[in-house]
């Protein structure tokens, strides 16, 4: 499990951490089809809420993912279920204390209990760039992963 935070990756499909209220900002340099996207299924970046937005030819553009203020590890908790096979990174401008929260709640988002499951059932296949400044070590640490 020590593979969940990964060190940079130039392909890692970005996490866009938006305020409900910064969707509109965000969305004014996002391309048309990504915002006919979001406007199709409606999405209000309520804390937790994501959606994966697709480009063009078919591959995941980005992830936007509804946070709260501040951001709470519990907002990012969800994702590492919930996303396809892949690495991300977040792309958000935050203090310090909430790229570790984030981190804390990818791992937590991690965890299984897979003593009645296979390998393959209970592995996660999205992993995270280690956002920085946040030491992954000590984040892994808190969870045993």
């Known amino acids: 499990m020590n593979d969940i935070l990964v060190s940079k990756n ?26 006919n996207w979001l406007k199709t299924h409606d999405f209000k970046a309520k804390p937790g809420a994501s959606i994966v937005v697709p480009s ?5 553009a980005c992830v936007v993912l509804g946070v709260s203020t501040p951001i709470s590890l519990w907002d990012v908790a969800g994702l590492p279920k919930s996303l396809p096979e892949g690495t991300y990174a977040l792309k958000v401008k935050c203090a310090q204390d909430e790229r570790d929260a984030c981190a804390l709640g990818w791992l937590l988002g991690c965890y299984a209990y897979s003593k009645f499951k296979g390998d393959d059932e209970a592995s996660i296949k999205a992993h995270l760039v280690t956002p920085d400044g946040t030491d992954a070590s000590i984040a892994v640490s808190y969870t045993h992963l």
């Open 10 to 35: 130039e392909n890692a499909v970005p996490i866009y951490l938006l305020q409900s209220e910064d969707l509109k900002d965000w969305g004014a340099g996002a391309d048309d089809s990504a915002n």
């Open 56 to 60: 063009p030819d078919g591959r995941i």
